[in-house]
């Protein structure tokens, strides 16, 4: 029989099987001598120990196409990150630096901004132009109204979505209005394993429907992009590429540099001045990380 992993916590795994449930199971051994840890995500092969308790073995991990470190997570399709347009106002320094993490991955990731029944005309136009311009999907909604959630559903069909944004922005609230009898079933199996329904250091698959999954994340402040270069960081800005190479010198950094076209489609709108400057801030910051 096979699964996908919906959820690991302390040694246990919750494997979703399409028309039967979610099953309880412990990895086999030769997986730790393998060192091979099963993800949240994964499709696995499980052999069935009680199906009246529910109960199994994971047996074989099937080939994973994408593996993500933070969160820990396999075979992901697409990530959705979700802010809120007002009350908090959007942290675009986060939300960049998502972006170039998944940029980093080659994953599509779709910019969704909730509470767009208390935001202005304008204060969304400003939005949809930052981040359409440089290719990403860009949807709004009302989770509060339950407005714009089908268009989100649309997007989801057929596909493994991450699902992150700091907390307080109505991620839980849309994974309820996406599919509310799906999460109360997972309610079910974290009171199971005695654990809150909203842990927030473990990622928790949701099916909701055949083939779509979504994974709730944990909420974060804060996002690390150490490990990448300040040389490298503009290749993570898809709305430089169509400008980089017209800039008078090879390897223009687009900070200080003279005739620079990238600056020059800032000035004239065409790059949003707001990810242009949260572009120099982490500039600065990587260029004063030491490295040995």
Same mark, same amino acid.
Do not use: W
């Given at each position: 029989?096979?699964?996908? +992993?919906?959820?690991?916590?302390?040694?246990?795994? $919750?494997?979703?099987? %399409?028309?039967?449930?979610?099953?309880?199971?412990?990895?086999?051994?030769?997986?730790?001598?393998?060192? !091979?840890?099963?993800?949240?995500?994964?499709? !696995? =092969?499980?052999?069935?120990?009680?199906?009246?308790?529910?109960?199994?073995?994971?047996?074989?991990?099937?080939? /994973?196409?994408?593996?993500?470190? /933070?969160?820990?997570?396999?075979?992901?399709?697409?990530?959705?990150?979700?802010?809120? +347009? *007002?009350?908090?106002?959007?942290?675009?320094?986060?939300?960049?630096?998502?972006?170039?993490?998944?940029?980093? &991955?080659?994953?599509? @990731? +779709?910019?969704?901004?909730?509470?767009?029944?208390?935001?202005?005309?304008?204060?969304? %136009?400003?939005?949809?132009?930052? $981040?359409?311009?440089?290719? $990403?999907?860009?949807?709004?909604?009302? *989770?509060?109204?339950?407005?714009?959630?089908?268009?989100?559903?649309?997007?989801?069909?057929?596909?493994?979505?991450?699902?992150? #944004?700091?907390?307080? *922005?109505?991620?839980?609230?849309?994974?309820?209005?996406?599919?509310?009898?799906?999460?109360?079933?997972?309610?079910?199996?974290?009171?199971?394993?005695? /654990?809150?329904?909203?842990?927030?250091?473990?990622?928790?698959?949701?099916?909701? #429907? %055949?083939?779509?999954? +979504?994974?709730? @994340?944990?909420?974060? @402040?804060? &996002?690390?992009?150490?490990?990448? @270069?300040? %040389?490298?960081?503009?290749?993570?800005?898809?709305?430089?590429?169509?400008?980089?190479?017209?800039?008078?010198?090879?390897?223009?950094?687009?900070?200080?540099?003279?005739?620079?076209?990238?600056?020059?489609?800032?000035?004239?709108?065409?790059?949003?001045?707001?990810?242009?400057?949260?572009?120099?801030?982490?500039?600065? =910051?990587?260029?004063?990380?030491?490295? $040995?």
């Amino acid at each position: 029989m096979q699964g996908k +992993i919906m959820k690991g916590i302390a040694g246990f795994y $919750y494997v979703h099987v %399409e028309g039967r449930g979610v099953y309880e199971c412990k990895a086999k051994g030769i997986f730790r001598k393998e060192g !091979v840890k099963p993800l949240v995500g994964d499709n !696995v =092969e499980l052999d069935v120990l009680d199906d009246a308790e529910m109960l199994g073995n994971i047996r074989r991990i099937l080939p /994973r196409k994408s593996v993500l470190v /933070r969160p820990a997570v396999a075979n992901v399709d697409q990530a959705l990150i979700l802010f809120a +347009i *007002v009350k908090p106002n959007p942290n675009f320094n986060l939300l960049d630096r998502f972006l170039i993490r998944m940029e980093r &991955l080659n994953l599509p @990731t +779709i910019v969704c901004f909730n509470k767009e029944d208390i935001a202005t005309p304008a204060e969304k %136009e400003a939005l949809q132009g930052a $981040y359409e311009t440089c290719g $990403y999907q860009v949807l709004f909604l009302s *989770v509060q109204e339950n407005r714009g959630v089908d268009e989100v559903k649309e997007r989801l069909a057929g596909k493994t979505t991450t699902l992150a #944004g700091p907390s307080g *922005v109505g991620k839980s609230s849309l994974i309820n209005l996406l599919s509310p009898e799906t999460h109360m079933e997972t309610g079910e199996i974290s009171q199971k394993i005695e /654990r809150g329904r909203h842990t927030t250091r473990h990622s928790e698959m949701i099916a909701l #429907g %055949e083939g779509t999954y +979504i994974m709730d @994340t944990p909420g974060f @402040t804060s &996002l690390d992009i150490s490990e990448i @270069t300040k %040389e490298e960081l503009s290749g993570y800005y898809p709305e430089f590429q169509a400008y980089e190479p017209y800039c008078k010198f090879r390897g223009c950094a687009h900070i200080d540099e003279p005739s620079c076209k990238v600056k020059e489609a800032v000035e004239e709108g065409a790059i949003s001045r707001v990810r242009y400057e949260n572009y120099k801030v982490l500039y600065q =910051e990587l260029k004063n990380i030491r490295r $040995y």
